[in-house]
C-alpha cells in the first residue's frame, strides 16, 4: 500500500486552498484575490494569478504523451518535483533515500536540504545498475529510489530489465529520471505506470523542447502521488508566462523532433571528431545531448577551454569519472571552435 510510504502530517494535511481553487466558473468580476484590477504596466494581460493546476497545459500534454491529465503534476523545474516528493515520502532524520553516483546532482542536494539520508550504490564500471547491491542496501527506511536514464553525467541509458525489477523489488518508490529520453534509442518507461504503484517517471521541457528558462518539469505517475504532490506544492508554482508559451511550444512538435535529429547528428560528428584528439582517451556512448569524455589531464584541458571563452563540465572528481570532461553538444560552429581550441591545446603541449 503507497499510503503506508508516505509521512503522516502530509496524509492528514489539509493543503492551501486558493482563490482560484474555491471559485472556478466563468464570473466576469473577480474581487477575490487581491489581485491588482486595473492591469500592469506591461501590455500582456498578467494581473491575474494563473491555474493552481495549469489544466490547459496538462491536457494537451495528456493528448501527446497519451495519459490521462491527473496522472500529470507540472513543476518549477524536475528540480521542484524532485523536492516535493522528498516532502511527501521522507521523514528528516528517519529515512534514507538511495541514488547510484555518477548521476544527477540534485538528488543528492535535495535529500541535504530536506535532511535525509542517502545511501549510494555506485553504478557498475560499465555505468550499469549494481542490482543486487542496491537491493541489498535498502532496509524499512528506504522511500525513494533514484534512477537517471539516460543517465547524467554518464549519458548511457540503464537497461530496462534492471529498472522493471528495481521497481518490483523496491519497497520504496522509484523515480525514474528521463531528462535526456527523447536523445534516447530506448522507449520511456512511461508505459509501465499502468502496471506499478509505486513509480514516478520524470520529463523536463528543458532539454529536447529548448524551454530550460521557462523552468517547466513533468512527473507522471498514478492519480494518488499525483494528488499528494499538487497538496505539498506552492499554489501557483507554474506562472502564467511559462504556461502560456509551453502551450505554443506544444504547437510546433516538428521543430522539437527535427531539433533532436540535428542534435544526434551533430553528436555524432562531434564524438568523430573527438576521436581523432591523441590526448583524448575514451568517449563513452551517449544518448543524450552530451557526451562524457575521458581525457588526459582533464583539469588542464578544462582551465585551458575556460582561458577561450569555451565552458564544460568538468568531472573529473566524480566517482567513476576520473579524467573526464562532460561536452554538451552545441551548434556546429560551437562544437568546430571546441575541436580547434582541443587540437590548439594539445599542440602547445606536446612541443
Ligand atoms: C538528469 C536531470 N534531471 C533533471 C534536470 C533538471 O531539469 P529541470 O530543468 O526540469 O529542473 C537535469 C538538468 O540538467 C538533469 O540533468
Known amino acids: 500500500m503507497i499510503e503506508q510510504l508516505v509521512r503522516p502530517n502530509i496524509l492528514s494535511l489539509k493543503p492551501y486552498s486558493s482563490a482560484r ?9 473577480f474581487l477575490d484575490a487581491n489581485e491588482n484590477s486595473f492591469g500592469s504596466p506591461l501590455p500582456q494581460t498578467f494581473n491575474r494569478y494563473p491555474d493552481p493546476l495549469q489544466l490547459e497545459l496538462k491536457n494537451k500534454i495528456s493528448a501527446i504523451k497519451g495519459l490521462p491529465a491527473q496522472n500529470i503534476f507540472l513543476g518549477n523545474g ?54 543486487e547491491a542496491i537491493l541489498e542496501a535498502q532496509d524499512a527506511h528506504s522511500k525513494l529510489l533514484f534512477l537517471c536514464s539516460p543517465n547524467n553525467p554518464t549519458g548511457n541509458s540503464l537497461h530496462l530489465e534492471d529498472m522493471e525489477l528495481l521497481i518490483q523489488k523496491f519497497n520504496g518508490v522509484v523515480v525514474i529520471d528521463e531528462a535526456y529520453i527523447n536523445y534516447a534509442k530506448q522507449q520511456s518507461c512511461i508505459r509501465w505506470l499502468t502496471e506499478y504503484d509505486n513509480l514516478v517517471v520524470l520529463q523536463t521541457f528543458s532539454k529536447a523542447w529548448g524551454l530550460a528558462a521557462l523552468r517547466l518539469g513533468i512527473a ?11 497538496k505539498v506544492k506552492p499554489p501557483y508554482n507554474i506562472n502564467a508566462a511559462t504556461q502560456q508559451f509551453a502551450l505554443d511550444a ?50 588542464a584541458v578544462y582551465d585551458f577551454l575556460v582561458s577561450k571563452g569555451i565552458i564544460v563540465r568538468d568531472r573529473s572528481r566524480v566517482t567513476l569519472c576520473d579524467d573526464c570532461l562532460r561536452i554538451t553538444v552545441g551548434t556546429e560552429k560551437e562544437n568546430e571552435l571546441l575541436i580547434e581550441n582541443l587540437y590548439t591545446y594539445l599542440v602547445m603541449h606536446n612541443s
Not at 481553487?21 to 468580476?29: I, L, M, P, R, T
Not at 511527501?88 to 529515512?95: A, N, R, V, Y
Open 250 to 299: 506544444l504547437e510546433n512538435i516538428a521543430w522539437v523532433n527535427d531539433n533532436i535529429r540535428q542534435t544526434i547528428a551533430l553528436r555524432n560528428i562531434l564524438v568523430e571528431q573527438l576521436k581523432s584528439i591523441t590526448n583524448v582517451e575514451h568517449i563513452y556512448p551517449s544518448d543524450a545531448n552530451f557526451v562524457l569524455v575521458k581525457i588526459s589531464g582533464a583539469k
Open 220 to 230: 507522471f505517475s498514478n492519480e494518488l502521488i499525483i494528488g499528494w504532490m499538487n
Open 21 to 29: 481553487d474555491e471559485y472556478q466558473g466563468e464570473a466576469s468580476v
Open 78 to 131: 524536475s528540480d521542484e518535483a524532485i523536492d516535493v516528493l522528498f516532502r511527501i515520502f521522507c521523514e528528516p532524520q528517519q529515512d534514507n533515500v538511495i541514488i547510484c553516483p555518477p548521476t544527477y546532482g540534485m538528488y543528492e542536494v535535495s535529500a541535504n536540504i530536506n535532511n535525509i539520508s542517502i545511501k549510494s550504490i555506485p553504478l557498475l564500471p560499465s555505468f550499469d545498475l549494481d542490482v
